[in-house]
């Protein structure tokens, strides 16, 4: 990922050609530090992921703070004059010249689901993308295609993103997977700056505008979000339907071990569905299910006859 950031950190369609509607439900669930699979239906078919696109935004803004150094608190951003032609969710407003803090634009991103803001995100931290390679450009592309980078790194091998926000634009949809999205989640749930963000159920935001300033409520669009799930995105369009990734925490696994000390066992559950009829109701269930199998895995040993089949590997390209 260093090298990605310090690097520069055939369209699916034509323009005019109608977008293709995803076919059926895809379901992917994994305990994340395992790895280990434990559903998937349709969960390497790829199709439209409307805003879990922003999973993938978010987590690469973390990852450019944390290697250069800049706290999302204080760094304030520019609203870009491109974000007067976009469709879809602007809930802030904004307009062009606006300013706020990186940690409230990723609020409003990774909550409310924001395509404003997440098009704010791409153009600022593009453009420091460019400036460290010393080169113009286009800042947005540059994020994208650095976003595309860490798909890449993460063996996301049936993702291709378009945009920093999901929408479906001419030549601007972007394809993944129940599978690959999975993959997206257990690295951005590693990322305290990123979780610590998707576990809120609100956040009070700041615009600062040429009237002053204003506050604004955002509300976290994910209706699951509770002590026990602590992420991470919604998205709707129509060709990608209800889709919704979460994460749910559950107390460590702890057992002796032979030498008389104790050892730990971090659990965590991915839960992914694409093209779902009802992915909040369809989430909630999967959760005791998911867990059910995973108990019954570890109480036979926890063993894996065919890691490529039953393992999600992650890797930390970082």
Request: with cysteine; glycine share 10%.
């Amino acid at each position: 990922m260093k090298r990605a950031l310090i690097g520069c950190i055939a369209a699916w369609v034509s323009m005019g050609s109608p977008v293709v509607e995803a076919q059926g439900e895809a379901v992917m669930v994994v305990e994340a530090h395992s790895g280990k699979v434990l559903i998937g239906t349709n969960s390497t078919v790829k199709r439209p992921v409307a805003s879990l696109t922003k999973i993938a935004t978010g987590v690469l803004v973390v990852d450019w703070a944390e290697a250069a150094g800049v706290n999302l608190e204080e760094r304030e951003l520019v609203v870009p004059a491109s974000v007067a032609g976009l469709p879809g969710a602007n809930p802030m407003r904004l307009v062009p010249g606006e300013r706020l803090s990186l940690r409230d634009a990723m609020a409003s991103t990774l909550l409310g689901s924001d395509n404003a803001a997440a098009l704010s995100l791409a153009d600022h931290v593009g453009r420091e993308f460019l400036a460290r390679k010393g080169r113009s450009g286009d800042p947005v592309a540059a994020f994208v295609g650095e976003m595309n980078v860490l798909a890449k790194a993460l063996g996301m091998k049936k993702t291709k993103f378009y945009n920093p926000h999901g929408l479906e634009l001419p030549k601007q949809v972007g394809l993944s997977t129940a599978a690959d999205i999975a993959k997206l989640s257990i690295y951005a749930m590693r990322r305290p700056g990123f979780n610590f963000i998707t576990r809120q159920k609100e956040r009070q935001v700041t615009v600062k505008g040429a009237e002053g300033p204003r506050g604004y409520r955002v509300k976290n669009t994910n209706e699951l979000v509770s002590e026990s799930v602590i992420g991470l995105k919604t998205g709707t369009t129509r060709a990608a339907g209800e889709c919704v990734a979460i994460g749910v925490e559950r107390a460590p696994l702890i057992r002796p071990k032979a030498d008389g000390s104790k050892g730990v066992t971090p659990r965590r559950l991915i839960i992914v569905l694409l093209n779902s009829p009802d992915r909040f109701g369809r989430a909630k269930a999967l959760i005791p299910k998911g867990w059910g199998i995973y108990d019954a895995w570890v109480r036979g040993g926890a063993q894996v006859q065919d890691r490529r089949r039953e393992i999600l590997d992650v890797p930390n390209p970082r």
